[in-house]
C-alpha cells in the first residue's frame, strides 16, 4: 500500500512557475512508476509526466515537453513537477500517482495509487 499526498498548488500568472511535490508513504515507494496527471473542470483525467522507479526515464504528454519537469528523490520518498511557463490551459486539480511495475504508462487505469490533488490555476 502507498500513501501519497500533494502539495504546492496555487494561483499563478501566465508566464510564472509552481512546483507541485507528492509525499509518499508505505511499503517500497522506491519500486513504482510515478506519474502525474491533470483534471480541468468537466473534463477526464489525463495524463502529464511519468518517472521510472530509478528516475531514470521520464516521459511527458506533448503540450508540456520543455515546460514541465518530473524527478523523484528515492531517499525521502519524493516526487516532484517542477512546472515552467505556465499557461491558462494548465489549470487543473493535479494528481500523483503511483503504479507498480516498470512501464511508463499514461492511461489512469494503470496506476494503483492516487493523491488527493492540487488545484493549480493559471490567470491570464
Known amino acids: 500500500q502507498v500513501q501519497l499526498v500533494e502539495s504546492g498548488g496555487g494561483l499563478v500568472q501566465t508566464g510564472g512557475s509552481l512546483r507541485l511535490s507528492c509525499a509518499a508513504s508505505?511499503?517500497?515507494?522506491?519500486?513504482?512508476?510515478m506519474g502525474w496527471f491533470r483534471q480541468a473542470p468537466g473534463k477526464e483525467r489525463k495524463f502529464v509526466a511519468a518517472?521510472?522507479?530509478?528516475?531514470?526515464?521520464?516521459y511527458y504528454v506533448d503540450s508540456v515537453k520543455g515546460r514541465f519537469t518530473i524527478s523523484r528523490d528515492n531517499a525521502k520518498n519524493m516526487v516532484y513537477l517542477q512546472m515552467n511557463s505556465l499557461k491558462p490551459e494548465d489549470t487543473a486539480v493535479y494528481y500523483c500517482a503511483a503504479r507498480r511495475g516498470t512501464a511508463l504508462y499514461e492511461g489512469p487505469d494503470e496506476y494503483d495509487y492516487w493523491g488527493q490533488g492540487t488545484q493549480v490555476t493559471v490567470s491570464s
Open positions: 508505505g511499503r517500497a515507494f522506491s519500486s513504482h512508476t
Open positions: 518517472i521510472s522507479w530509478s528516475g531514470g526515464s521520464t
